[in-house]
């Protein structure tokens, strides 16, 4: 376990203390978090000596009951694409008076793709109408199942039926 260089910012007393969510937790730029059991929701995130930061409210990404949670189930994906390591995790806002808050908010901005506006300008937007949050691991990862885990993708307006395409002349089968 690395020591943390920040400890006077620092007011959490859980460090990430299993070596597979330590490493799977450094190379994180996308979690799966579940709230209160419910659906797994994919969000972009930060990571941080601790554990992970993400961002949500308008302009950012939605993840539905994390404000009103004390714990949640985060999982993580390993270099191959699937999911290596599932466990349970603290959430704690941080607040633009935290002292945490200087610390955390340059690096997510930093991080943050697609943003318009200054690193300044997000942090200020961040303070004003959105929440971060930071998720720290909260006891030893779950056992992998048996299951892959795939499940059917759920309904979305994003998805358009399609039509097959308008032919304008017959096509031509190959005579022999």
Request: charged fraction near 25%.
């Amino acid at each position: 376990m690395r020591r943390n260089t920040n400890d006077r910012y620092n007011p959490y007393h859980q460090r990430m203390t299993d070596p597979l969510i330590e490493e799977a937790s450094k190379k994180a730029a996308i979690a799966w978090i579940a709230v209160d059991g419910g659906l797994d929701y994919a969000v972009w995130c930060l990571p941080l000596e601790t554990g992970l930061v993400v961002v949500t409210g308008p302009g950012e990404q939605d993840l539905p009951g994390l404000e009103n949670a004390t714990t949640v189930k985060v999982s993580l994906r390993g270099d191959h694409g699937g999911a290596i390591v599932h466990y349970p995790a603290i959430v704690e806002r941080v607040r633009p008076e935290n002292e945490l808050w200087e610390v955390i908010t340059p690096q997510l901005a930093s991080k943050r793709l697609n943003a318009s506006g200054t690193s300044e300008d997000l942090i200020a937007r961040w303070g004003r109408e959105c929440a971060v949050y930071s998720i720290n691991p909260a006891g030893e990862p779950s056992a992998p199942s048996a299951e892959s885990g795939a499940a059917e993708p759920r309904p979305s307006t994003a998805a358009n039926a399609t039509r097959k395409p308008f032919k304008l002349h017959r096509v031509r089968s190959n005579r022999t």
